[in-house]
């Protein structure tokens, strides 16, 4: 089965710019979604189809696909953007999640 | 405004049965796939079960093949999952979602918690 590896934790400080990485094999054939999940709370997707918006979300969260690694950049931290992110994409018949990855604002 | 709301959440013991069910408003629910997909404590996402507008078209993951039922009523514009023979690792929080296609959730509910225990 397709595996999406992501790195436990990433730390920025506030107003640097976090990047998020989420590997799989030839995952730049796919297409990749992003998902903020707070504390207590569902999930919220913030980029779906590698790039692309949900209305709402800011201009600071952006993505990139290719190769092997899938991006989601948040530039402009805040501790608002402090959260629990996963990537995921979809495999033949099966919705495969990576692991997450909690972002911390230091 | 879409909105998903889940009920029947609850402690049961293991090897019982529990049904979960996600009411739907602010969208034409029968033009769309609906899944459920849950949270262990301090876990990731696991989508367990998806289901096609019609119904017609199931997946069930291995975790929960032949133990769990998905199922939808387009008329009462709902969403079910039948949980028979729990296991303590069954214990989540589980979300029903709508489908975007090909395949990515937009829309969540708030999660209904079942846990698993003796």
């Known amino acids: 089965s397709y595996v999406l590896t992501q790195p436990p934790s990433v730390s920025v400080a506030p107003g640097k710019t976090a990047r998020i990485t989420c590997g799989g094999d030839n995952i730049g054939s796919n297409s990749v979604h992003w998902y903020q999940q707070k504390p207590g709370q569902a999930p919220v997707l913030v980029l779906y189809?590698?790039?692309a918006r949900p209305s709402g979300i800011p201009e600071r969260f952006s993505g990139s696909n290719s190769g092997n690694t899938a991006t989601l950049t948040i530039s402009r931290v805040g501790a608002g953007d402090e959260a629990d992110y996963y990537c995921q994409v979809w495999d033949r018949i099966t919705v495969v999640f990576g692991g997450g990855t909690k972002l911390t604002v230091l | 405004q879409v909105q998903l709301v889940e009920s029947g959440g609850g402690l049961v013991k293991p090897g019982g049965s529990l049904r979960l069910s996600c009411a739907a408003s602010?969208?034409?629910?029968?033009?769309?796939?609906m899944s459920w997909i849950r949270q262990a404590p301090g876990k990731g996402l696991e989508c367990i079960s998806y289901i096609s507008s019609s119904g017609s078209t199931i997946y069930d993951a291995d975790s929960v093949k032949g133990r769990f039922t998905i199922s939808r009523d387009n008329a009462k514009k709902s969403l079910y999952l039948q949980m028979n023979s729990l296991r303590a690792e069954d214990t989540a929080v589980y979300y029903c979602?709508?489908?975007?296609?090909?395949?990515?959730?937009?829309?969540w509910g708030q999660g209904t918690l079942v846990t698993v225990s003796s």
């Open positions: 602010g969208f034409t629910f029968s033009d769309y796939y």
């Open positions: 189809s590698d790039t």
């Open positions: 979602a709508r489908v975007s296609r090909p395949v990515w959730f937009a829309y």
